[in-house]
């Protein structure tokens, strides 16, 4: 019956829809290429009638956007990294180990997720303070670089593997790390691939805390740098918007490169988190 | 096979067994006390980042630093009273009540609506996906920064639209009283709690229910509703609780767009709860910050606390 129609009337609901999501992200684009006197129209232009790099020159020879891009890859990587070891560890004591007080430490991480993330801000601050990391990238990294939900999203997928396997290699005389690093890890790729794009996604756009634990221009964030450039700048748009373009490009990429790892990640945290 | 391994020890109770006498070691820390350096580092970064703080909090919000004299005294419950006292504050908190009973609802309607019409099997629907699916990666201070710019009341990009309609110049977030609604707007579109995360997340339940149910309703056109309403909505139901609790929560705790924005203003009209926190520990103000925030902890919780007693409910009751 499908096949007999030409033309599927939901393209009549879809394409508008769609359009109008992807409008501001093409406006983004095409703005970032306009030069100001093209912007500070009223008016304004929609579409240019010729393009100008005047934004992206600015910023490469007046921001401190390489710096900023650089802190914000390294938080991010590193909390990628950190999540992966300590959340697939802890994820898989919990569900395979039994040792003293492992309930109450799960009741505990539970909890964090109910606990709303401004009641510890003022008692990370000191404590970051304390430890001499504020105004350092280590004040962003170091509240993230164990997740909660990691940890609780990797022991679930760990419970739902079969047992029998590990206890053959365990009744083979592997160890535990071994079972864990050669059989289990292996088998969990796509939940630590979910792991992994949700902390990239969060450390990348985390705004929040950095806005709190950081306050010098050499150890912004792209997030941060952008909106400080914003209100430094505010005239000079078509910069910010280069700024912008740049910032949610890698996002975008990755984002395209892996839609459906991407897309089964955003709904299983919801789902299982 | 698998039921004659079924009844085996499991390995850990089996290493367990041989010692029914435990070394003190053992008796202390539980079976496998390697265990623990497994859970470690998140241990040490969870009690210590997340929950030591939620005590600490409450020990803030009822004492008064002086940062230049650097001395510590004990105020009782005057940071809270002085927090009601505030006009920003009891504003701060209007318009995240305001905010939140406009977007959540909107958000999930939106989100199941586009669910449900990109729930289909036709030509172009991964392109339709991704491009419906984008907004979510965009950061929300991004998010911010260029709606602020779309909806500037001198060259922002809205006035064109408006202008070829032929309807006149908005003031937009100029004007305090547009200002929320267009954070609204702004908050629909982008981020991990857009219209877009709210279809990712239904449109994954919908493809866990039963495809003959949902053919059959495609094809006799007078049952869809009936099918909508008795086998999709039902099926639906715990996915829209979680993202009632989820959309509410991350409304409340609303701050990155209006940091990339409106930073509160004009006035004070776009402050937000979380944003009067922000700026307290910005001007040192410690003691009223701690206050504030056991303030919307204390409404997320009673929150959490009653959709979960509501979730038991429906479940004895089922």
Known sequence: MRRRLPFDPWHLVLAPVCALLAAPLAWMALSSFMNNAQLNRFPPTIIPGSLHLDGYNYLFDNAALPTWFLNSAIVSLVCVVGNLVFCSTAGYAFARLNFRGSKALLGLMVATLIVPFQLTLIPTFIIMEHLGLIDTLGAIIVPSLVMPFGVLLLRQFFLSLPREVEEAAWIDGCSRWKILWAIVLPLARPALATVAIVTFLLTWNDVSWPAIAISSEAHDTLPLGIASFKSRAQTNQSAIMAANVLTTLPVLLAFLAAQRAFVRSIASTAVKG | ?318
């Open chain 2, 1 to 318: 096979m698998s039921t004659v391994f079924a009844q085996a020890p499991r390995p850990t109770e089996a290493a367990a067994r041989p010692a029914p006498r435990r070394r003190p070691l053992q008796r202390l820390l539980g079976e496998t006390p390697t265990a623990w350096l497994y859970v470690l580092p998140a241990a040490i970064i969870i009690v210590g980042l997340a929950i030591v703080p939620v005590a600490w909090s409450a020990l803030l919000s009822v004492q008064d630093k002086d940062p230049i004299a650097e001395t510590t005294k004990y105020v009782g419950l005057r940071n809270y009273s002085d927090l009601f006292d505030d006009p920003a504050f009891s504003g701060a908190i209007k318009h995240t009540l305001i905010y939140a009973a406009a977007f959540v609802p909107l958000s999930i309607i939106g989100g199941l609506a586009l669910a449900l019409a990109l729930n289909r099997r036709i030509r172009f629907i991964g392109i339709y996906r991704t491009l419906a699916f984008v907004p979510v990666v965009v950061s929300a201070t991004i998010q911010g920064v260029l709606f602020s710019f779309i909806f500037d009341d001198q060259f922002g990009v809205a006035n064109a639209l408006l202008h070829t309609v032929g309807i006149g110049p908005q003031p937009f977030f100029a004007d305090g009283g547009q200002a929320l609604a267009l954070l609204v707007v702004a908050s629909l579109w982008a981020g991990t709690s857009c219209v877009s995360f709210c279809a990712v997340v239904f449109l994954a339940a919908l493809q866990d229910v039963p495809k003959e149910l949902s053919e059959a309703a495609s094809i006799d056109g007078a049952r869809r509703w009936g099918t909508f309403r008795h086998v999709t909505l039902p099926a639906l139901a715990p996915v829209l609780v979680f993202l009632v609790l989820w959309q509410t929560v991350s409304a409340i705790q609303l701050f990155d767009i209006v940091y990339g924005s409106t930073a509160g203003g004009p006035g004070n009209s776009t402050v937000v709860v979380v944003y009067y926190i922000y700026r307290s520990i910005r001007d040192s103000a410690y003691g009223t910050g701690a206050a504030a925030s056991y303030v919307v902890a204390g409404g997320l919780m009673a929150l959490t606390a009653l959709a979960w007693l509501g979730q038991r409910r429906r479940e004895q009751t089922a």
